[in-house]
């Protein structure tokens, strides 16, 4: 089979490497014609461990290539992927599927012969039945051109090893001929033993928002209880460990600091929680806004922990900020509570001066009132105050030495919890976390 990805964003560019080096025809498509140039010549438009490489050895085998031509794209293919985005819509809790819909109708009057066409965004249930009738309702194939939903679960700093090793596969189809191809498409992931769970349409949107919902609620959960340690000068990374020993709960997700951001859970719980009203059934997901209220005051908290250290104002002090993407392994700032924090600081009268190993560009791009840095020395020269904002090993493994000669005081706020507490003590900091005594 011949496979094509339409969108080539970072869930469109990592699935069509990862197909391709799997050993599938892969075709690739965008309307964004400096991204398919930089495809074209094995760059990746954002920063993703291993996909360049996976790039290059798929453009020099010849099994992917890139074009801006959709009717190209609808001729080659056998399956298409649905890669676009589905943002939150500005002021307004919902999923904004306009690149969803637009992608639909400009493909399906291309397809004149029978193929599959798998979603992968992120979707409201009740999205994919709709955008079935209407594919079948528009496409000379008619109900030939069928529509599956095949939702993708990765993690960003990991998304390669994710798409060619992953947990699971949800195929969510209506007939066994989707089924089938679907199989066929990832036969070499589930001979190596990752099991496919066949679904209906609905059920498969909802694999990935409840996921993700759940994720959300689960570092809401730990950051609440930091709140609580905080109170009652109890530690809760301690805590933490012990809740992860319980194999009901799992450690994964139980890590205390500033919350959750990027472009996937803040809009899915808003969207699946949404979606949920509208179907009558918004007071069994109301606990969603609170998970969302939690991971907003973790960053309040951040500032006002940052304001403590300063000595009750950051007016006119200088602050090192270490961290800017919304984890490591990306430089994604999408809701990047580490920016947020930053931005903050600066609001407040702070100067601030960032460095990331991969997003310091970007975030002093669309914060212009930042400093950026080129190293964490850099960021921490003439210091009042330190910020660890995100948990780049980096910075977990920066002698505490080096920095203290660095800054002027040797305060530092750790909201991640990324630095040994024992360790930048006895080099003579005040040390602070958010949940810790």
């Given at each position: 089979m011949n496979l094509t990805v339409i969108g080539t964003g970072y869930l469109g560019a990592v699935h069509a490497a990862c197909l391709a080096e799997l050993g599938f025809e892969v075709l690739a498509t965008d309307i964004d014609e400096g991204r398919i140039a930089a495809l074209s010549q094995g760059r990746a438009p954002f920063s993703e461990p291993g996909l360049d490489r996976l790039l290059?050895?798929?453009?020099?085998?010849?099994?992917?290539?890139?074009?801006?031509s959709l009717p190209e794209a609808a001729r080659f293919g056998d399956v298409h992927f649905l890669c676009v985005g589905t943002p939150q819509r500005s002021g307004h809790p919902g999923?904004?599927?306009?690149?969803?819909?637009?992608?639909?109708?400009?493909?399906?009057?291309?397809?004149?012969?029978?193929?599959?066409?798998?979603?992968?965004?992120?979707?409201?249930?009740?999205?994919?039945?709709?955008?079935?009738?209407?594919?079948?309702?528009?496409?000379?194939?008619?109900?030939?051109?069928?529509?599956?939903?095949?939702?993708?679960?990765?993690?960003?700093?990991?998304?390669?090893?994710?798409?060619?090793?992953?947990?699971?596969?949800?195929?969510?189809?209506?007939?066994?001929?989707a089924e089938t191809v679907l199989r066929e498409v990832y036969r070499p992931l589930t001979e190596a033993g990752t099991p496919l769970l066949v679904t209906d349409l609905a059920t498969a949107e909802l694999a990935k928002a409840a996921a993700n919902a759940f994720l959300a609620t689960k570092i809401s959960f730990i950051n609440a209880m930091?709140?609580?340690?905080?109170?009652a000068g109890a530690d809760t990374a301690v805590l933490a460990?012990?809740?992860?020993?319980?194999p009901r709960i799992g450690a994964d997700g139980l890590?205390?600091?500033?919350?959750?951001?990027?472009?996937?859970?803040?809009?899915?719980?808003?969207?699946?929680?949404?979606?949920?009203?509208?179907?009558?059934?918004?007071?069994a997901l109301s606990f969603l806004h609170d998970v969302d209220s939690i991971n907003r005051r973790c960053r309040a908290r951040a500032v006002a922990a940052a304001r403590e250290l300063a000595g009750g104002s950051l007016q006119g002090q200088v602050v090192g900020v270490l961290g800017a993407a919304f984890k490591p392994g990306s430089d994604d700032i999408r809701e990047s509570p580490a920016v947020e924090v930053a931005v903050a600081v600066s609001g407040l009268g702070a100067q601030v001066t960032?460095?990331?190993?991969?997003?310091?560009?970007?975030?002093?791009?669309?914060?212009?009132?930042?400093?950026?840095?080129?190293?964490?020395?850099?960021?921490?020269?003439?210091?009042?105050?330190?910020?660890?904002l995100t948990e780049w090993d980096e910075f977990g493994e920066a002698?505490?030495?080096?920095?203290?000669?660095?800054?002027?005081?040797?305060?530092?706020?750790?909201?991640?919890?990324?630095?040994?507490?024992?360790?930048?003590?006895?080099?003579?900091?005040?040390?602070?976390?958010?949940?810790?005594?």
């Open positions: 290059g050895r798929g453009l020099r085998s010849g099994r992917l290539r890139f074009t801006t999923a904004d599927l306009s690149q969803l819909h637009d992608c639909v109708d400009a493909l399906a009057p291309l397809l004149r012969r029978p193929c599959l066409v798998a979603g992968k965004s992120t979707t409201p249930v009740g999205t994919a039945a709709a955008l079935a009738d209407r594919l079948a309702a528009l496409a000379p194939a008619g109900p030939a051109a069928e529509l599956a939903w095949n939702p993708e679960f990765l993690r960003e700093g990991h998304a390669v090893e994710d798409t060619l090793r992953p947990a699971r596969i949800v195929a969510g189809v209506r007939s066994d001929r930091a709140e609580v340690c905080e109170a460990d012990v809740l992860g020993r319980d890590r205390p600091g500033l919350g959750f951001g990027g472009g996937c859970l803040p809009k899915d719980i808003r969207a699946l929680r949404h979606r949920a009203e509208e179907l009558g059934a918004g007071q960032l460095y990331d190993p991969a997003a310091a560009a970007k975030a002093v791009a669309a914060c212009p009132q930042l400093q950026r840095a080129g190293s964490a020395e850099a960021a921490a020269r003439d210091a009042d105050v330190l910020l660890v002698d505490p030495e080096i920095l203290g000669k660095a800054v002027r005081r040797r305060n530092v706020l750790d909201t991640r919890h990324a630095l040994d507490p024992a360790r930048w003590r006895a080099a003579g900091w005040t040390y602070r976390a958010l949940g810790r005594p």
